[in-house]
């Protein structure tokens, strides 16, 4: 959805609520957020009450959108500007609010897509790439595997499909086989560099071949050249952050992973229903 579109939806509090609405309630069909009773009614301050529980709630009430007291006009702009890779401080000026609301903002959407994440957990088939990946400023001395004051980060991409990304403690066999494990489907094929701590995937029930860069980037189909293009997008886009927190690493490396997985669909219609969605009680 482009710039115009939006701003004929944000040109009133109403129209906005409508655009949220109909992920809130498809088809029309409105419901109780905590009983799930499809009998409710308007209040006359806007808010709705269940006719079986008797809960009084807002349009926004248990979502994402709800958890910040902000209008739906301006949730609108943020998660156009957003998807636009927008700074949070220039969201900020450029939607009127202080730029600790639209830093919250921003980790709320990034909060949103980790829990959405957490919820479509489906295992990884067929021809799967996995590769390791240090992330961090640039300071002198090593580079790559041992370089100091680096994150890692373990990822693995299914040809064709999705790729799942997972900030590790270390690189050690032990940590890439558990998320392998958890990942990737048993029989699968796993292309890997020939990094030592890959050599007991074939023990586990895959496939394993290797590609040695030291010799050459590919034989055959036997490549990682696809997980290494989703580090080199994740990395270019990070830069524009001018410096991300350690705490916060994990919030937009996820982010990175959505957008990548997302490429090739409207962000700002997928970011609107994400935002529709209730906050799992464990938030």
């Not at 806007?46 to 709800?66: H, V």
């Not at 897509?113 to 479509?120: Q, T």
């Not at 490396?253 to 464990?282: G, Q, T």
């Amino acid at each position: 959805m482009d710039i115009l579109e939006i701003s004929k939806i944000a040109f009133s509090q109403k129209k906005a609520r409508n655009h949220f609405e109909q992920y809130i309630w498809p088809n029309s069909e409105h419901c109780c957020i905590r009983c799930g009773y499809i009998k409710i009614y308007q209040l006359s301050d806007d808010r709705y009450r269940c006719a079986g529980c008797r809960l009084s709630f807002g349009i926004f009430t248990g979502r994402w959108l709800g958890r910040m007291n902000i209008s739906a006009t301006q949730w609108l702009w943020i998660i156009k500007l957003f998807e636009l890779g927008v700074s949070a401080r220039k969201i900020a000026r450029e939607v009127n609010v202080s730029y600790p609301s639209a830093l919250r903002a921003v980790h709320l959407i990034r909060e949103c897509l980790i829990a959405h994440s957490a919820d479509k957990e489906v295992l990884l088939e067929g021809e799967v790439e996995a590769d390791e990946s240090y992330f961090g400023g640039k300071r002198k001395g090593k580079r790559g595997r041992g370089a100091g004051h680096k994150i890692p980060v373990f990822g693995i991409l299914e040809r064709d499909g999705f790729v799942k990304v997972e900030v590790l403690r270390d690189v050690s066999a032990e940590s890439l086989l558990g998320m392998t494990i958890k990942t990737v489907r048993r029989g699968s094929i796993v292309y890997t560099d020939k990094f030592r701590s890959y050599d007991a995937l074939m023990f586990c029930g895959y496939r394993h071949l290797r590609v040695d860069h030291q010799k050459r980037f590919a034989s055959g189909r036997v490549y990682i050249n696809g997980l290494e293009g989703f580090w080199a997008f994740a990395k270019e886009r990070l830069m524009k952050y001018h410096g991300v927190s350690k705490e916060n690493f994990p919030l937009y490396l996820k982010e990175m992973e959505f957008r990548y997985n997302n490429r090739d669909k409207d962000l700002f219609i997928v970011l609107s229903e994400l935002m529709c969605h209730l906050v799992p009680k464990v938030l």
